[in-house]
């Protein structure tokens, strides 16, 4: 599946270390909704505030207000602040470069504990941030997952996060994301798939589904 995906889109490349607390707050506006919202509340949210610090103070109210483009203003906003009060708190200061050098099974399971951070955004942040190994499952690949029958029908994404794990080649889980990512956007879309032109069609079950 690699192979078939670099072949068609290429092999794409880490393009190196990321500030983490920036990724992480950018996932956390990402969670339902898409890229074009979740940026433009990003860009709001370090004009209003350029350092975490000034965003750490700030009402929630006014914070929400900033977010509003990526929806779930209000639950966002206050979950925001809860998550950096809980750094500055358990780090001393509102950075979190120190997870880079740390063992991903035990970042997951630190911040796995705080409400507004699962499995896939915490495993983002790991890949995009830090070049960990890891896999992320998103709505796109968690779709494509489950229509190749890699993971039983019906299976989470929280489910399918961890059972794909193993079944990523070393080395190959930030490749195997962004092509995936690229073909549930392009040609494996949630309706209307174009199993036609699909580069998997030949190891998918899912093109005699396409069509009806």
């Keep these: 599946m690699v192979h078939l995906l670099e072949a068609a889109f290429g092999e794409p490349r880490w393009r190196g270390p990321a500030d983490p607390l920036d990724v992480l707050i950018r996932t956390i506006l990402s969670q339902n909704t898409n890229d074009r919202n979740r940026d433009r509340a990003y860009e709001a949210l370090r004009a209003l505030y350029p350092r975490w610090e000034l965003l750490l103070e700030a009402p929630v109210a006014e914070v ?109 889980a930030y490749s195997l994301h962004m092509n995936l990512l690229r073909l549930g956007r392009t040609v494996c879309r949630a309706r209307t798939p174009a199993c036609q032109v699909c580069p998997l069609r030949a190891l998918c079950p899912y093109p005699d589904k396409a069509k009806t």
């Design 64 to 172: 929400a207000a900033a977010i509003r483009p990526a929806g779930l203003s209000n639950q966002k906003s206050a979950r925001i602040k809860q998550i950096l009060s809980w750094i500055r708190q358990t780090y001393g200061a509102l950075d979190l470069r120190a997870i880079c050098a740390q063992p991903p099974e035990q970042v997951e399971e630190t911040f796995l504990k705080l409400k507004g951070i699962g499995i896939k955004t915490i495993s983002v942040v790991l890949m995009f941030a830090c070049g960990h190994d890891v896999f992320p499952v998103d709505t796109h690949v968690h779709r494509i997952c489950l229509r190749l029958g890699l993971v039983p029908q019906g299976a989470s994404a929280e489910k399918t996060h961890y059972l794909m794990q193993p079944l990523v080649p070393k080395g190959k």
